[in-house]
């Protein structure tokens, strides 16, 4: 997992501060099976940290190794795991000094303690995880402190927030137990209370303590370097990053094992517990009978029905109603795999050339003969019916829509996107089918945030998390629709 972890604090002094940092280094060299003191470049363990600016305001409050660093090894992964006050690369130190900033002071909580997520691309993805320590010297009689995740990958960050987040509390909930019994200690000697009552709060002119004198622990800061480690070192055997299946080459052998079975594009799986997909229900290669690819009959698609009814189509389409075409074996199997491109293979339950019509609770995309009896058009089945070119007449159209439901008055943001790219003619039909990969990719892991908070007891509203996604309430029915093909227990 690559990711920085740091704790925070905010001094009474100096403001927030980084007084805590674990980063991970590996060494890919797998042909050298020679065990290393350190994975990671050489010059970083000869940073100092005195060159730091920010070192010479240190206080008691915010200082925690000072020039000391803690080292762990993995040699099986030959991967280490360095802990330092600030981070030793001067990129990584400027991101986690303005997270810093921003988890205990822009990114204020109802209650102030909690977790948000902030970040961009040019300032990094970050997760904070806000708490206090009793303190019987500090103001308030609590010290503000946070943990933030820094990552380059929103996505993983965010499909990894479960698990670091459960993680992450129980170090929180360990070091409030150390403050608190400090603290009842302290008050059951000298309520500070009264002693500020009775001087008028002198008290606030005394140095913060550091983070070992609260939690009266010794070696905390040796506790936090292991409990970093196990999360970073943990989230890395369980969590891996899939390459989306349509954009690899055939020829390349990326011994890709069980991942192989994951649902198409950028996944996170957990290993113990990856998505078994029924392939059976996957409708047959598209090369065996055309050239074409999905983009070339979607565009095709569009412009035999259409722009108002093709906005029905696709609208259908992404939030899971079924789909239903009725025409020709070639046609309807063409039009079935264009329009199958569009979700997840998780989400397809496909078939194709059925003898007679199957409702919806058993395949979301189904294609029969002209002979078969369907339903009447209605919201819960989108037809699109394939007109043989014998019945034809002049004006009517060889493909037609037919569906009751109603477009809603904000469209998805997926739907906005895809509409803009395939309305682009300067784009080729290759370029666009990568670049709807990509869209799939990013909605397939914004519907496994959703559906992993949902499946560990986040029943509630989801607002918040659902516009740190970069969703609204126009996705709801998506994101509902695409989580269907998931675990039904992602904790």
Not at 244 to 264: A, R
Not at 293 to 299: A, E, G, H, Q, T
Not at 394 to 399: D, F, L, V, Y
């Amino acid at each position: 997992m690559n990711a920085v972890i740091a704790l925070c604090t905010f001094c009474e002094l100096h403001g927030p501060k980084v007084i805590f940092t674990t980063q991970t280094f590996r060494n890919f060299d797998n042909q050298n099976n020679e065990k290393l003191k350190f994975y990671g470049p050489k010059e970083v363990l000869r940073q100092d940290q005195s060159m730091n600016s920010d070192t010479q305001w240190d206080c008691q409050g915010c200082y925690s190794l000072g020039n000391h660093k803690y080292l762990s090894n993995e040699h099986e992964t030959r991967t280490s795991f360095l802990s330092a006050q600030q981070s030793l690369m001067q990129e990584i130190c400027a991101l986690l000094k303005y997270a810093c900033i921003r988890s205990l002071s822009c990114e204020v909580h109802p209650g102030k303690e909690g977790v948000c997520y902030f970040g961009d691309e040019s300032r990094g993805h970050v997760l904070s995880h806000t708490f206090s320590l009793k303190d019987a010297q500090a103001r308030g009689l609590r010290k503000w402190c946070s943990f933030i995740v820094l990552m380059k990958d929103k996505q993983y960050l965010l499909n990894m927030w479960p698990f670091l987040v459960d993680n992450l509390k129980e170090i929180i909930r360990e070091l409030q137990e150390f403050a608190i019994k400090k603290y009842n200690a302290e008050e059951a000697e000298c309520p500070q209370r009264v002693v500020r009552l009775a001087n008028g709060d002198k008290s606030s002119n005394k140095l913060s303590r550091g983070f070992s004198e609260i939690t009266n622990e010794k070696n905390v800061f040796v506790r936090v370097h292991m409990w970093f480690v196990w999360i970073l070192s943990a989230g890395a055997r369980h969590f891996v990053e899939v390459l989306p299946l349509s954009l690899i080459d055939k020829e390349i052998d990326f011994n890709l094992g069980v991942s192989l079975e994951s649902d198409k594009g950028f996944t996170l799986l957990n290993a113990k517990s990856p998505v078994n997909l029924n392939v059976e229900n996957q409708i047959p290669d598209f090369k065996d009978f055309t050239d074409l690819n999905p983009v070339s009959v979607l565009r095709k698609l569009k412009n035999k029905v259409g722009f108002d009814q093709f906005r029905q189509l696709l609208y259908a389409t992404l939030i899971g109603t079924q789909i239903l075409i009725r025409g020709s074996p070639a046609e309807t199997l063409e039009s079935l795999y264009g329009l199958c491109s569009l979700v997840p293979r998780a989400c397809q339950i496909v078939r194709v050339g059925a003898k007679e019509y199957i409702d919806s609770k058993s395949c979301n995309f189904i294609s029969v003969d002209t002979s078969v009896a369907v339903p009447f058009p209605c919201a819960a089945v989108c037809r699109l019916d394939i007109l043989p070119e014998e019945h034809l007449t002049e004006g009517n159209k060889s493909h037609v829509v037919r569906w009751m439901g109603q477009l809603p008055a904000k469209l998805p943001t997926l739907q906005i996107k895809l509409e803009k790219a395939l309305g682009n003619d300067k784009l080729t039909d290759t370029v666009l089918h990568v670049h709807f990969s990509t869209l799939q990719e990013e909605w397939s892991n914004i519907s496994k945030v959703v559906h992993a908070m949902r499946g560990r007891g986040h029943r509630g509203d989801l607002t918040s998390l659902l516009i740190s996604l970069g969703a609204g309430p126009q996705d709801r029915k998506l994101i509902e629709a695409w989580s269907m093909g998931l675990p039904s227990n992602p904790a």
